[in-house]
């Protein structure tokens, strides 16, 4: 059953080395999760994680990366979008410290569907030919498998995350979340062994018992746990509730030039926030 | 020259939409403003000629038409369902081989980009590409790609429906010939030559006979795309309709 | 672009020997389509379908076997859920008239994801051993093809149905349809070369523009052509509108036992309506 | 004998409660009041113990938690998140071997049913899977099924999470060992003895030492059933609330 908790036992609940699948800018990224988890990446409480972008990364994962938080991070793209390169994404990788395995979306896609399905691959269209399957050892080109001369066809082994994370605009006391037309937060839940969500408000009702509601609805079987985070998306928008602050990442992407820039830019909008020195 | 003054980004759009004549489902992907126009534009000449062009723009929620999530506009390609689709390139070689990814040796990189985005599938199996490349150059327009984010052709035996049909750069318009594995220059921008073309390509390309001047839009195109598009367009990108169609 | 037409028009649409992909009598089943196509096969005008439930068949099922429109049927049960035996099913079967391809349930929502994603074919767990795999020369046992030593896994070809075909409470005036928590209508529509709607009503507005009416939404491009039918799931009930008849239902189960009872419930309840007499 | 009167159904409903103890998921299917009762009274029971257990009911809307079409129940079989489901058999033999698709030899059937719906596929992932077969006779349980719809044990390299741990049928109670292929029959319901329960079974099977009569629901059970569970299952179930708990 789904646990209501706050923003940092829900922090707390990611280990060290663990697999994480974050949902791109756009698609309702926790940020003040994010800012959590690193406040206990600087304490020295997590450390090494991997981090799957679904299917692209942007101002969260620069942020993990730049934290020193991600050891190897498994990406269709990242990007700060309009705002530019992802400063110390581009840094870590020209510098080698960052481990990649460079993915493309509709392989992401596919692999977690692999684990929705409870299968060890899927086969993917497309691919042969792209360096990326050069470099992928886990990938595998086999000749049409069906035996009906369909040709070579690209299979991708099942990713199952340990944790997937994201923002909602809102849970019901029972614990299902609202998440409307993303659905891949549903794929990506239901492919990973656990989802930590955290909302902007709980509501008194079951969103299960309204047809329309439910439509939108990932069910709370899925859910581990739900924090409350007001403006949990900030500075990225949230669908219907408030835009994204332009600004604030254009500010970023400009600050995050330096490790120094970067630093700062921690200690200005994620270490001043409410710590967790004491948490285990 | 033409009778109205128009921007760059209206050379290409109008470039890009006559490109697009015919197609019936045209899906635009993140961080693409002037294909998005382009597409727009397109849907709105189809409609005046009494037919219907869908136009599926996946940043943002305006003529966003996906509700099954990230996957969709890949599944939905798969279908067979999405006609065009522009494809841009840190990289490009004279093969349409195309690079997202960096430069330099992977993974010892000197110069990262972004990644290589649903490239490496979309250019199998939507049917018209269209690459893109606003800063023309020989940085740009490679003899051969550093990384193969995509490769511009495949083997006879690999299933690809789709691929590259057309370069559009800041200074020209190339159709790509798969069997031959080569570009062939279709025509210059206004106040671009062949040899100012040919000394910022990396690669070899072929020629028509005769290598004209990129259309430009005329004074009722103009008007309908400030008019009619650039409302539009404001809905996903703001700030490109302020600055290219005093929008917003 | 979505046309809007009648049900006999819609009917119209489908031709000798197509691949019909029909969702279970619990799923916005379109009676009033079904018996307008029944209609059409009593006039020559269609035959030999191939119908695909997914996964299961009833009522629907039974009525277009009884009156002989399907040549072969892939399904993973046919029933009358608590009215018993689909009678017609049952005798076609034990007549030998009917060609069976006999499935399981997650096989036919595999397969057709596997269209869905323009793959051809996607493995399934389980399966193996079952006497379905002996008789589905087309699904394929191979040995882990990752080489992961994974085991066997049963491969199945993607399914393509020419038509889908389903009953919805609504639509809008630009062909969006609501399906609310029947995604399988959606994954039935994306696989499908062509979806045909009946629904109760079409309203003036665009389910895309409201978050919440969005999530339960399919897209108007996988629609191509949209009927009003009223109480067009009738016997058979519909989400949050009219319950399931169950009288009729199981006087169906008791008067279809026979060749003849069902040329009589044929009579009184589907050459009764309206005709297509001039149609194509 | 109980001290309170029950019915055939309530003494079922109660056996299989019991087989659910410490499961965390249980999933009930079509068509299937009495393992939906169990369900619900297993739930009902933990949360006396402050256990949390989870229904999922997929016929009807109520007690149905799942909002990604007809897949979801499978796909969340094969993640691992369902503990228990119930399957019946129009034959079932020693082996576990299940036919739900009819009887002589396929496709020339003498007698057809519905048919295998999922359970090729759930008798694989599903840890706890509790057969159900009302009717006990050698008719039903039979040597060798005709068609295998589900088979009850897997070679070692077949990945096999899940499979039959126990049978319920309206005479006894029996268990299922996958190593040794076979039925161990463990109870007998009040009334039944084990020889007859030998007469009507059409395969062999062993005993435990000490063959018990099946536990009877007591007052207390009774009347949680008749209080709390009727209700539920009168949402899903109308007709068999009203005809066994005589509610609704």
Redesign the interface.
């Known amino acids: 059953?789904t646990t209501f908790e706050n923003l940092d036992t829900l922090a707390r609940r990611i280990g060290d080395g663990q697999l994480l699948a974050l949902?791109?800018d756009?698609?309702w990224v926790p940020m003040a999760l994010v800012r959590a988890l690193i406040r206990r990446k600087v304490l020295g409480k997590v450390k090494n994680l991997h981090l799957l972008t679904?299917?692209?990364g942007g101002l969260a994962a620069d942020m993990l990366i730049g934290a020193g938080a991600v050891g190897t991070l498994e990406?269709?793209?990242?990007?700060l979008?309009?705002a530019g390169?992802?400063p110390r994404?581009?840094d870590a990788?020209?510098a080698?410290t960052l481990h990649?395995r460079?993915?493309?979306?509709?392989?992401i896609?596919?692999a977690l569907?692999a684990?929705?399905?409870?299968?060890?691959?899927?086969?993917?269209?497309?691919?042969?030919?792209?360096?990326?399957v050069k470099?992928r050892d886990d990938w595998?080109v086999?000749d049409?498998?069906?035996?009906?001369g369909?040709?070579?066809?690209v299979?991708l082994?099942a990713i199952k995350p340990d944790v997937a994370l994201f923002h909602s605009p809102r849970a019901d006391v029972h614990g299902n979340v609202w998440?409307?037309?993303?659905?891949?937060?549903?794929?990506m839940a239901?492919?990973s062994a656990s989802a930590l969500v955290t909302v902007e408000a709980v509501e008194d009702r079951n969103f299960?018992e309204d047809?329309?509601?439910?439509?939108?609805?990932?069910?709370?079987?899925?859910v581990t746990a739900i924090a409350t985070a007001e403006k949990g998306a900030w500075p990225q928008g949230l669908?219907?509730l408030y835009e994204r602050d332009t600004d604030h990442i254009r500010a970023y992407a400009e600050q995050a030039k330096t490790a120094e820039g970067f630093a700062d830019y921690l200690k200005a909008h994620v270490l001043n926030e409410p710590g967790d020195e004491d948490g285990a | 020259m033409s009778e109205v003054p128009y921007k760059p980004e209206e050379l290409l759009i109008n470039t890009f939409a006559g490109l697009l004549d015919g197609v019936g489902h045209v899906a635009v992907g993140a961080l693409s403003p002037i294909p998005g126009c382009a597409a727009l534009l397109a849907q709105e000449l189809a409609k005046q000629k009494g037919r219907d062009v869908q136009v599926s723009i996946i940043h943002g929620d305006a003529n966003n038409p996906f509700t099954d999530g990230g996957r969709e506009l890949f599944d939905c390609a798969g279908q067979g369902r999405i006609g065009a689709f522009f494809l841009g390139g840190a990289q490009i070689d004279g093969e349409a081989n195309i690079n997202l990814l960096g430069v330099g040796e992977y993974p010892d990189l000197k110069k990262r980009f972004p990644g290589s985005f649903g490239s490496a599938y979309v250019y199998f199996v939507i049917p018209k590409v269209i690459l893109f490349a606003p800063e023309h150059s020989a940085r740009v327009l490679v003899e051969k790609v550093d990384f193969i984010s995509a490769p511009g052709t495949s083997p006879p035996n690999v299933h690809r429906p789709g691929g590259p049909k057309a370069l559009v750069t800041g200074k020209c318009c190339m159709t790509f010939d798969a069997a031959a594995k080569r570009f062939t220059l279709v025509s210059v921008h206004p106040g671009v030559t062949v040899e100012e073309v040919r000394d910022n390509t990396g690669f070899d390309f072929d020629l028509i006979n005769d290598v004209g001047t990129t259309l430009e839009p005329d004074g009722e195109r103009l008007a309908l795309l400030r008019g009619a598009i650039g409302p539009k367009i404001a809905k996903t990108y703001p700030d490109f309709a302020a600055r290219v169609f005093g929008q917003g």
Do not use: N, W
Request: aromatic share 6%.
């Open positions: 059953m949902a791109p756009y698609s679904v299917p692209i990406a269709a793209a990242v990007s979008g309009e390169l992802a994404f581009t990788v020209e080698g990649m460079d993915s493309t979306c509709p392989a896609h596919t569907q684990s929705e399905k409870g299968v060890p691959f899927m086969p993917l269209s497309g691919l042969i030919g792209s360096d990326l470099y595998k086999v049409d498998p069906l035996g009906a369909g040709g070579p066809v299979l082994p998440i409307g037309r993303r659905r891949e937060l549903a794929t239901h492919a299960l047809e329309e509601t439910a439509a939108g609805t990932l069910g709370a079987m899925y669908t219907g």
